[in-house]
């Protein structure tokens, strides 16, 4: 009994911290990796590359799983360097939201890029043992209570 009324005490304080539709943030990104660059986005034309030289490599759509998450993100490279370009991002917000690049939506060989304290349009720099080419998915993780809010896979 002990148990239950625990476990009910936890969902009710999940829902009171935040894990709810409608509590966007409207905050930069805290980035990892310090690079002043960041905040630089290309601008895409329509042969794949931008006015930086930057060249789009792939894309995805934002999907929901277990909370209401939308947009679209891009990754761009240049010589050894790669951005996510997160375009028209929303989430509902949460007490220990993540950005995670992981091989599934399962959080199988994950990294975390950063935590997301974020909506809209913004820019990650990737460090240099991400492998966007078998860690395909971009995930937005709870680190807190281990759930996946939404996915995009990169294309």
């Excluded at 310090?34 to 999907?63: E, I």
């Excluded at 220990?96 to 809209?120: C, H, K, Q, S, W």
């Excluded at 913004?122 to 395909?136: G, I, K, Q, S, V």
Aim: with cysteine; charged share 20%.
């Amino acid at each position: 009994m002990k148990t239950v009324i625990q476990l009910i005490f936890w969902c009710i304080l999940v829902a009171l911290a935040g894990c709810q539709p409608g509590n966007d943030q409207d905050v930069s990104p805290a980035v990892s990796s310090g690079s002043s660059d960041m905040t630089t986005t290309p601008d895409q034309s329509s042969n794949g590359t931008d006015t930086t030289g930057y060249k789009l490599v792939s894309q995805g759509t934002f999907v929901s799983n277990v909370h209401t998450t939308s947009g679209t993100v891009k990754l761009y490279e240049k010589a050894e360097k790669q951005l996510l370009v997160f375009e028209n991002f929303k989430t509902d917000s949460g007490p220990d939201l993540r950005v995670y690049l992981a091989e599934n939506t399962g959080v199988r060989n994950f990294i975390e890029l950063t935590r997301l304290n974020n909506t809209g349009n913004f820019t990650l720099e990737l460090p240099n043992d991400a492998n966007p080419n078998t860690r395909r998915f971009v995930l937005i993780w709870c680190k807190a209570f281990s759930v996946l809010f939404g996915n995009a896979e990169l294309k």
